[in-house]
């Protein structure tokens, strides 16, 4: 039996008489993830906030392990990513998203299980917000920004890679933090091409680096790396 939406699932049975009736009904229960995108649409009229049901397309958030796209061909509409704690399979942002997704730090945290592609638009942490991507992170076209200060961008042995037009960006005025989930596992920071500004007055940490490969075709500033 599989339920296509949330809900109660009742047993019951038919009979004339369950006094003379008596044993045991053994129920095995699987929660199946979705394998239809969550799309952005904004179009509540209410705020941007991602908590808005109506900001989703179909009315349908986003829910535990779900991929979630911003499609500009859909929806250019900023998005407050209010959510808090959340957990994700994939994140993409297309290359006709041209807005911008804001990370509260009343968030405090989002875990994706896979990949997070930036193809577009700009993607920025609040302060002490934790991003956790167990696939491999890849800006190759958009922008991503480590906030104010204090968040934490945690990455597998999978690492980041910058290419194309793309920003990754460090310029608050408190530290930021860029390791590894597991300090066994290594990260890469691979810069193919795009900019790169590592700016934050205060330091742009990096923890359990498997080392920072910049190309002859990119751009990179550094102030207070560490």
Request: net charge negative; glycine share 10%.
């Amino acid at each position: 039996l599989t339920a296509s939406q949330a809900g109660n699932l009742y047993l019951t049975m038919n009979d004339t008489n369950y006094i003379d009736h008596s044993g045991q009904l053994t129920v095995s229960v699987q929660v199946q993830v979705s394998t239809v995108a969550k799309v952005w649409s904004g179009n509540s009229g209410v705020n941007s906030n991602a908590s808005i049901n109506s900001n989703w397309l179909n009315s349908s958030p986003p829910t535990s392990g779900d991929t979630v796209v911003f499609d500009g061909n859909v929806s250019n509409q900023t998005c407050v990513w209010d959510l808090s704690h959340t957990h994700l399979g994939s994140l993409g942002l297309t290359t006709s998203y041209t807005n911008t997704i804001s990370v509260p730090a009343s968030a405090t945290q989002i875990t994706v299980s896979s990949d997070m592609v930036i193809s577009g638009g700009y993607f920025m942490l609040g302060g002490t917000v934790t991003l956790t991507v167990q696939g491999q992170m890849r800006l190759d076209g958009g922008g991503f920004d480590l906030g104010p200060g204090g968040a934490v961008l945690r990455l597998s042995q999978s690492g980041i890679v910058v290419s194309k037009n793309s920003s990754f960006n460090s310029y608050g005025s408190g530290a930021v933090t860029i390791q590894a989930i597991d300090p066994a596992n290594r990260f890469p920071f691979n810069i193919l091409s795009g900019y790169s500004y590592f700016n934050n007055s205060v330091q742009t940490q990096f923890l359990n680096s498997a080392g920072l490969f910049i190309s002859s075709s990119a751009y990179v500033t550094a102030n207070n790396l560490a």
